[in-house]
């Protein structure tokens, strides 16, 4: 290939991901890259940002569409792997320890052992290799590489030694580093390959991006997103070298971007002022602190964290109780804290009590608030004299019914100027535990102790309420602490409306106590550069009433506000003090210098977007998963009304109105503004990549519609999947992402839907082909591994399906373009919904598992092919809750959890017969009278040692028309067969029943 990048050279050619992407790689590094959680690249910027795309998966889209598809698709993928650093001698790189040469020499043959390396002494090695070190005369030996080795042949004989050929690329992905991780080296290995194969003369990849660009857009490339959020595309844009812009509606996710740019991106130099500038900032703020001496006990100990509850009369005694759930402080220094009652004031005394006995922190677990059930109205419980006192929650707020049937409360609304509750409010706030430090003697770290509330504390604790009160007026004047209100959210969650129901909240500044307005308006104050404005943010995250204290063993701290996307009053919270805020203050930011000239951010609407983007990779706002408008105003009440010069043209207001969201007609409007006026700024050979969680069924044509009424078309689509586990939700929590590729549609081509029909079969058998193919092909490459799963071949089908579609203008006299945006009736399909299921269909009939006959294929319900094709992808080792909803979905299956023994997200897995027993073969139930209900509960019996001949009656029973119709005998037979094989290594005890089933039917005398 010669090396010249001459302009426009590819200006035609397709992009490589219209044609393959390694999903299944790419899921597993999405996946790790997701789990590293405060490890990730941007996140000390904001940890509170959901939603964050994985970087690896942004680079890959990036790439994906400037690479071009070659007539070698193999040699593509070799090249885009190496790219990726995905190769072998990319994980060398990447692995925690690459291996020694005398491990080398120890493991591996290696005829000449001196065509790699030089020993000292010279002469004492074996001319081969593997070598026995345990010979005494080796063991001073020195072994190296010789100075003439490349770096490419070194990785791969660390490789070999590693056996990384042997391990699933699963299995190495969780023993590496992450490419970025090792960004300064990966690579060193790959350029000549990458030029060979695309004629560049690339050392770097903005090098390589920009030659990329130039052959096919003439220039650099110039990739824009307008709905940028915290930056992760644009970021890794710029890392990889384009011209970016980014925007988008909300100001707190411009400042992301922003930071991700000029923080994270900015140069070395400017890190090292910042890092100066961040331990300035929190000198200041702990000076000021400290004049007021409010968080120092005066004996060497300084507080780390304050606990505080909510404290309530109960209306039935008369007794101030604390609201306390758990009484533990910390399981790691058994500490509890115990009510003592003091009758005479009618209010209990909190004391706290370390190196508890395991049985009292089991007691302890129970506080005062209790519950029947998990998710209902919460009571208040608490003992005098020997007498229980129950009284809900909703009692003592005063919960009524108004006319209109919605629920009030006698809860005051708090006033701007409140900053703690007054005497009569409902709730009060105590402050019932501290929790201290000192270093130790030594000096190299701290001891800890929690201590009950002294006089003292109270004192300082008067102190900040003094300062507090005498500054709030001023304070929020110049924008040093919040005072806007709080506007309850709308459906599905209407967010902030419990704090203002429950607690009588109005103004964001209300969601914190007089100690974290003190430090965080303080820093606010000092923080008066565009850089240092992230503290403020974080500090806000990191310390608000809705901080919830977590005394779990070895953690006894404070979390984030945005631990979770709820925003609801907690019953007793931690406060940091400024010292336990100096990580998330200061946080060592990660940095990857990157050319700031050439990145631009703004806040505006995604139909502002201006000028020529080349190419565009977005994530837009879909089915309400995160109300970002609704949640980031607890930022911008902090940082609207002083910001840095580089943040104030910006629009410091979520513009709730503007923000598309949801998933009905505004949505899709919304939607449809945003990229018809992309495609207006993208010239004719452009390209997108849209990024959406597939979550309902209904997406493909909510898709389908925004691409035509855009003036787009589909060229292709992939499905990456990121499942994480969370325990902070019941069940599992499953995301997946699909990456649809379009490009501008060109013409007015007219179909009808009759010719459409074969079309789309055509395409979406000559995908399957082709992807199926490509698995075979790439075999070498991938050892026994697919390139594609079943999911990612059936997701190709659905693009194919799309890709047909969204070809065309005009169908059956229609103008797509408008009767995309027709406004839809509820519960009518409309003419562009029939089109999908009839693709989606079309792609599933060409997904028949090996050893079912296609004949009968066709004639099985959703549901037991749903058994059917699940248990095929068990058998290969896939158990991701994923796959089971996508094919649920696919199969148009509803009940498919009563089809589940697990619901575990990487642990999924079918009921076994034995698990049915006699359960689903009701009418209520989706494999009522099918043919594999009947063959599993044969199994079932066989595997309980039933008498064959007993077995079989039944069957013949359980099987509609058994003797009638003989094709439900050759199904059964069909099926017993499929099963055990199938379950050969899941349930080897089934398999064999489901053998004996086969031959009992085999053999039956029939008449
Ligand atoms: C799914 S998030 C993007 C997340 C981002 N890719 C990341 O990794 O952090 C969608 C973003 O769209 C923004 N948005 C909503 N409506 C918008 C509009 N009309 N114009 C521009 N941005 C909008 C939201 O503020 C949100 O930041």
């Known amino acids: 290939m010669s090396h010249s990048v001459k302009p ?13 992407l390694p999903v299944q790689k790419l899921s597993a590094e999405a996946y790790k890259e997701q789990m590293s959680n405060q490890g990730k690249t941007l996140t000390a910027l904001g940890s509170y940002w959901k939603g964050r795309k994985p970087l690896i998966l942004n680079k890959a889209c990036i790439l994906g569409c400037l690479l071009p598809a070659t007539d070698n698709p193999k040699r593509d993928l070799e090249i885009f792997e190496k790219l990726m650093a995905m190769d072998d001698e990319s994980f060398v790189a990447r692995w925690p320890r690459r291996p020694k040469p005398r491990e080398i020499l120890a493991v591996l043959s290696i005829a000449r052992v001196t065509d790699y390396f030089v020993s000292d002494p010279p002469m004492l090695l074996p001319a081969s290799a ?6 005494p005369e080796l063991k001073d030996v020195k072994v190296a590489w010789r100075d003439d080795i490349s770096e490419l042949d070194r990785r791969r004989l660390e490789g070999e030694a590693l056996k990384l050929a042997e391990m699933p690329y699963r299995k190495r992905v969780e023993a590496a580093k992450r490419p970025e991780e090792v960004m300064d080296s990966v690579h060193d290995h790959i350029w000549d390959a990458v030029n060979n194969h695309l004629g560049t003369k690339a050392h770097s990849f903005p090098d390589l991006v920009e030659q990329l660009g130039i052959m096919r857009f ?5 990739m824009a997103d307008t709905f940028c959020g915290s930056g992760q595309i644009p970021f890794e844009a710029a890392r990889l070298g384009c011209d970016v812009y980014a925007s988008d509606l909300n100001p707190v996710a411009s400042m992301l971007t922003w930071g991700a740019f000029h923080i994270v991106g900015g140069s070395r130099d400017g890190r090292i002022e910042l890092e100066c500038k961040q331990r300035q900032l929190l000198e200041t703020v702990q000076a000021e602190v400290d004049k007021l001496g409010v968080e120092t006990d005066g004996d060497g100990w300084r507080a780390k964290a304050f606990l505080y509850c909510l404290e309530t009369r109960c209306p039935q005694t008369g007794w101030m109780v604390p609201l306390i759930p758990s009484l533990i402080i910390s399981r790691g ?11 005479d004031h009618k209010r209990y005394a909190i004391v706290l009590r370390s190196g508890v006995t395991e049985g009292k922190l089991v007691a302890a677990a129970q506080g005062t608030i209790g519950r029947d059930a998990k998710f209902s109205d919460a009571y208040l419980m608490h003992e005098v004299e020997g007498v229980s006192y129950k009284s809900r929650i909703s009692t003592l707020r005063g919960d009524y019914e108004k006319p209109d049937g919605t629920t009030s409360n006698r809860i005051r609304a708090w006033e701007k100027v409140d900053f703690r509750p007054i005497p009569n409010d ?11 430090m000192r270093p130790k003697k030594s000096g190299k770290s701290f001891d800890y102790e929690f201590r009950a509330v002294t006089e003292t504390d109270l004192e300082r604790e008067t102190i900040v309420e003094g300062f507090v009160g005498k500054h709030l007026t001023e304070w929020q004047m110049k924008g040093w602490v919040p005072d806007m209100r709080i506007e309850p959210g709308g459906p599905p969650r209407y967010e902030g409306l419990n704090l203002i129901r429950s607690r009588g909240w109005t103004h964001w500044h209300h969601l914190f106590n007089p100690r974290q307005l003190l430090v965080i308006g303080l820093i606010n104050r000092y923080a008066t550069i565009a850089a240092l404005k992230f503290a403020v943010s974080q500090a806000a995250n990191w310390n608000s009433k809705l901080s919830t204290w977590d005394g779990s063993p070895g953690v006894d701290t404070t979390h984030q506000t945005f631990y979770n996307q709820a925003l609801n009053g907690l019953f007793t919270y931690g406060t940091r003090s400024t010292a336990a805020l100096t990580k998330p203050v200061a946080p060592d930011y990660k940095n990857f210098p990157t050319d700031e000239s050439r990145l631009r951010v703004t806040c505006e609407p995604a139909t502002a977007i201006a ?3 080349d190419v565009f990779v977005t994530d837009p706002p879909y089915g309400d998963a995160v109300k970002y408008e609704e949640i980031l105003e607890f930022f911008i009440a902090w940082l609207r009304k002083d910001p840095p010069p580089e943040f104030s043209d910006w629009v410091w207001d979520s513009r709730r109105s503007l923000a598309v969201s949801g998933e009905d007609e505004d949505f899709r409007r919304g939607m449809v503004a945003a990229y018809k006026r992309m495609t207006e700024c993208m010239p004719d050979n452009g390209i997108q990549v849209i ?5 309902s069924g209904s997406i493909w044509a909510d898709m389908a519609n925004i691409v035509w009424a855009s003036g787009l078309r589909v060229t292709a689509a992939w499905y990456v999947v990121t499942e994480t586990e969370s325990t902070l939700r019941e069940g599992s929590f499953v995301k997946g992402t699909v990456l649809l590729v379009l490009r501008k549609r060109h013409g007015t081509h007219k179909t009808t839907r009759d010719d459409l029909a074969w079309e789309i079969q055509e395409e979406v058998e000559k995908q399957i082909r082709d992807l199926t193919g490509l698995n075979q092909e790439a075999k070498g490459l991938y050892r026994d591994e697919n390139v594609f799963e079943d999911a990612d071949i059936q997701m190709a089908g659905y693009a194919a399906a799309l890709r047909v579609l969204t070809r065309y203008a005009v169908i059956d006299g229609r103008g797509m373009a408008a009767e995309a945006i027709r406004p839809r009736v509820k519960g009518e399909a409309t003419f562009v919904d029939g089109l999908i299921a009839f693709a989606v269909d079309t792609a599933n009939q060409c997904l028949v598992p090996q050893g079912i006959q296609e004949r009968h294929w066709k ?7 749903f058994y059917l094709k699940l248990l095929d992808l068990e058998a290969k080792g896939l158990k991701t809750l994923d796959n089971y909803q996508n094919f649920a979905k696919a199969f148009k299956v509803r009940g498919f959890r009563t089809l589940m023994g697990s619901q575990k997200a990487n642990e999924a897995r079918l009921r076994s017969a034995v698990e049915f027993g006699k359960n689903e073969m009701s009418e209520g139930s989706e494999l009522h009278q099918s043919v594999l209900r009947a063959v599993l509960y044969a199994i079932m019996e066989l595997a309980k040692n039933l008498d064959g001949s007993d077995v079989v009656a039944h069957l013949t029973l359980n099987v509609p028309d058994y003797y009638s119709n003989q094709t439900q005998r050759e199904r059964v037979i069909e099926l017993a067969d499929y099963l055990a094989k199938k379950l050969e290594t899941l349930r080897p005890e089934e398999a064999s029943a489901a053998r004996v089933l086969r031959e009992l039917v085999k053999n039956q005398r029939l008449g």
């Open 130 to 135: 593997p070598v026995d070190w345990s010979k």
């Open 426 to 436: 409902v709730f009060q706030e105590r402050l019932y535990a501290v929790h201290w």
């Open 691 to 695: 990024m959406f969680t597939h979550q």
């Open 333 to 343: 220094k058994k500490t509890i804290a115990e009510l003592v009652p003091d009758p």
């Open 611 to 613: 000028g020529h983007h």
């Open 218 to 222: 003439g220039h650099r490339p110039r």
């Open 859 to 865: 004639e099985y319900t959703g549901a037991e092919r």
């Open 8 to 20: 426009f050279a590819l200006k035609d050619s397709p992009a490589l991901i219209e044609r393959l």
